[in-house]
């Protein structure tokens, strides 16, 4: 299987900055791609970044200027620097990755735990 582990959530202050991070481990032959999703009570989760393998960045509009998603293939991680925090990023925030475990399975998503992100007005 694939793990992956969320770190950096916290509480802030609107207009300050947090940086996500999250680690991919176990059986994984190939990532494809790595993201960000969050999710508040009573709606759906939410595309927030992704990044391919080849560096190819998409951003939700909502976030576009202030938060860049990041990674570093040869530890199979990616980050996310939040900035510019507003109170309605409040909400979960979920690592995803993309990922074949074998050279002959297909591609499937593997979701974290995820963090949690306060900002306060």
């Known amino acids: 299987q694939v793990q992956l582990v969320e770190s950096g959530g916290g509480l802030v202050q609107a207009g300050g900055s947090l940086r996500l991070s999250c680690a991919a481990s176990g059986r994984i032959f190939r990532i494809n791609a790595m993201g960000w999703y969050r999710q508040v009570p009573g709606k759906q989760r939410e595309l927030v970044a992704t990044i391919t393998s080849g560096g190819r960045t998409n951003y939700a509009d909502s976030v576009k200027g202030r938060f860049t998603a990041s990674s570093d293939s040869a530890k199979n991680m990616v980050y996310l620097q939040m900035n510019s925090l507003k109170p309605e990023d409040t909400a979960v925030y979920y690592c995803?990755?993309?990922?074949?475990?074998?050279?002959?399975?297909?591609?499937?998503?593997?979701w974290g735990q995820g963090t949690q992100v306060t900002v306060s007005s």
């Open positions: 995803n990755a993309n990922a074949n475990r074998a050279i002959y399975y297909s591609p499937a998503d593997y």
